[in-house]
């Protein structure tokens, strides 16, 4: 070996490197904890720290020294069993971490009550755009993997996707942001009418807004045994409580009001904003017309914030172009959500998700069982009862027993309840790790390593003879 070659073994092998890489490799797990309670989100530190080129780089290199380390000692001796079993457990153990971090499933599945769910959603997200020429079948003409957080778009830079007739372009994007829905005039006569009413009586007092999708179609929103309809319905449920409300004028709303108990008397009469409906049921409830908007839309916009809570999400600024010269309309879209585009020739929706990996087997809710801690509403155990579709009978998934088939474990995670308490739907995290094992391996050659190392020395260290011990006076 030449001594330069000599010399860079060394420089690899020493202690010196060694303890810089432990020091950079701690300052960045610091960082990470830092950056994930900055952000309150785990996924954040992840991609800032963990799974950045810097961590690889460290990482590289302390796989580099452990090699050099035991390069430098060979030829092995015995006294080396423990040092070189201890090195190659922690390659192992970064060798299994990356099987992990590239070929592994970390997810999640939502499953409705009686519901059943094929497929799991991932981290990634994904950008697909479809077209249509009649709004009934769509055909895929654009599929892409988009990381945003890592390489977000800018009005100077944004992110074109190819269309076969206009432009579509990423704008903006927010990691953490916050939806604000606004129903406002669309100033195109093909949109519906938009309705802001309140419905009071002595039990309860809602304001809301209704959207009418188009002038030939009916929105419906219900409240109890009652239910309220906007637009032309063709037929009205005779044993509900019912308020149809039709456009009639720029100004004006005709209304017909429904009784369960006397389906053939039905009051009739024109309304407009600021006036009200008086029902004669359900205790005198009165409908109020707050706001009417011969043709509007729905507005969504979005406010960023600085770190992740249960109300924000991801979202997307999009700028559509019908053709070159056209006036260009920018819309907010959120991830997991779609976006529906017009052209003169086509229709086009644009999905920004969450990327869904499909299973070649089914997982059925069967029953959601929920323990509550006395005298509250807060759940102190869960479990789901599922069927998988290729084992026979029913499988518990608990906290504390997950479900394993397949390569993938299934965690009972939390779980969505309705208005009332009630259980809908289960929720499970999903994980396939094939660099389980491997790591399992590592972990043991490190204690068996470290195990040999203390018995070596144990067994090599030399004993004072008895005349050292008791020397003999002259």
């Known amino acids: 070996m030449a001594k330069k070659d000599f010399n860079l073994l060394k420089f690899l092998a020493s202690l010196k490197l060694a303890v810089i890489v432990i020091v950079a490799l701690g300052a960045m797990t610091a960082w990470g904890t830092f950056v994930e309670a900055r952000y309150n989100d785990a996924e954040a530190a992840s991609k800032i720290v963990y799974n950045s080129p810097l961590m690889y780089a460290?990482?590289?290199?302390?796989a580099i020294n452990l090699i050099a380390v035991m390069?430098?000692?060979?030829?092995?001796?015995?006294?080396?069993?423990?040092?070189?079993?201890?090195?190659?457990?922690?390659?192992l153990l970064m060798l299994g971490a990356g099987l992990t971090k590239w070929t592994g499933v970390d997810g999640s599945m939502t499953i409705g009550l009686g519901e059943q769910g094929k497929q799991i959603i991932v981290g990634e997200t994904d950008l697909t755009l479809y077209s249509s020429l009649d709004a009934s079948r769509y055909t895929k003409?654009?599929?892409?993997?988009?990381?945003?957080?890592?390489n977000p778009p800018t009005e100077q830079k944004p992110y074109v996707l190819m269309m076969p007739q206009g432009s579509l372009k990423v704008l903006k994007y927010?990691?953490?942001?916050?939806?604000?829905?606004?129903?406002?005039?669309?100033?195109?006569?093909?949109?519906?009418?938009?309705?802001?009413?309140?419905?009071?009586?002595?039990?309860?007092?809602?304001?809301?807004w209704l959207?009418?999708?188009?002038?030939?179609?009916?929105?419906?929103?219900?409240?109890?045994?009652?239910?309220?309809?906007?637009?032309?319905?063709?037929?009205?449920?005779?044993?509900?409580?019912?308020?149809?409300?039709?456009?009639?004028?720029?100004?004006?709303?005709?209304?017909?009001?429904?009784?369960?108990?006397?389906?053939?008397n039905v009051k009739k009469g024109v309304v407009k904003a600021g006036d009200t409906i008086q029902t004669g049921w359900m205790g005198a409830l009165v409908v109020r017309v707050l706001k009417y908007i011969p043709h509007a839309k729905e507005q969504v916009t979005f406010a960023e914030t600085e770190s992740s809570t249960p109300l924000t999400s991801a979202?997307?600024?999009?700028?559509?172009?019908?053709?070159?010269?056209?006036?260009?309309?920018?819309?907010?879209?959120?991830v997991n959500s779609m976006l529906k585009l017009f052209s003169d020739q086509a229709v086009y929706i644009l999905a920004y998700a969450n990327r869904r990996l499909p299973l070649d087997f089914n997982i059925k809710l069967e029953k959601f069982n929920v323990g509550r801690y006395q005298g509250t509403m807060t759940a102190s155990s869960y479990e789901s009862l599922v069927n998988v579709s290729d084992k026979v009978g029913t499988q518990t998934i608990s906290m504390n027993e997950p479900l394993k088939h397949r390569?993938?474990?299934?965690?009972?995670?939390?779980?969505?309840?309705?208005?009332?308490?009630?259980?809908?739907?289960?929720?499970?995290?999903v994980n396939?790790?094939?660099?389980?094992?491997?790591?399992?391996?590592?972990?043991?050659?490190?204690?068996?390593?470290?195990?040999?190392?203390?018995?070596?020395?144990?067994?090599?260290?030399?004993?004072?003879?008895?005349?050292?011990?008791?020397?003999?006076?002259?």
């Open 315 to 334: 979202a997307i600024l999009v700028e559509y172009q019908q053709s070159e010269g056209a006036k260009p309309s920018q819309h907010w879209i959120a």
């Open 211 to 264: 959207l009418q999708p188009s002038p030939q179609r009916f929105a419906t929103k219900d409240f109890g045994p009652a239910q309220l309809i906007l637009g032309p319905a063709d037929q009205v449920d005779p044993a509900r409580n019912s308020i149809v409300i039709i456009p009639k004028s720029e100004t004006e709303l005709s209304y017909e009001v429904h009784s369960a108990r006397d389906p053939k």
């Open 407 to 429: 390569g993938f474990t299934f965690y009972q995670s939390s779980f969505q309840e309705d208005e009332q308490g009630r259980p809908t739907a289960s929720v499970f995290s």
């Open 174 to 208: 927010y990691p953490y942001a916050l939806r604000d829905q606004k129903i406002v005039e669309s100033g195109d006569e093909k949109t519906g009418a938009g309705l802001r009413f309140q419905i009071q009586n002595q039990f309860v007092n809602q304001t809301e």
């Open 71 to 91: 390069v430098d000692r060979w030829p092995w001796r015995e006294r080396h069993i423990g040092f070189v079993l201890a090195h190659i457990g922690l390659l």
């Open 432 to 474: 396939r790790d094939p660099g389980r094992w491997v790591k399992y391996l590592g972990c043991l050659l490190i204690v068996f390593g470290s195990i040999h190392l203390f018995y070596f020395k144990r067994k090599t260290r030399v004993k004072p003879s008895p005349a050292a011990e008791y020397p003999v006076a002259p």
């Open 141 to 150: 003409i654009d599929d892409r993997e988009v990381d945003f957080f890592r």
């Open 58 to 62: 460290l990482m590289a290199v302390f």
